[in-house]
């Protein structure tokens, strides 16, 4: 499962690339073919902060 950070219809092929950015300490992706980002949940390593 992944949660999208920045999404935008792929107007290329899609592809996967890892850019050297992490948000809960998982890797953030890249997709250069549309710049969509996104993480996989369950590559978090950092607990998410209780809403308040």
């Known amino acids: 499962m992944n949660r999208y950070l920045v999404t ?23 997709c250069p073919g549309c710049d969509s980002e996104w993480i996989e949940l369950d590559e978090r390593t950092e607990p998410v902060p209780d809403p308040e």
Do not use: N
Request: with cysteine; glycine share 4%; net charge negative.
């Open 8 to 30: 935008y219809p792929c107007q290329d092929a899609c592809c996967t690339i890892t850019t050297d950015r992490t948000v809960e300490g998982a890797p953030v992706y890249l």
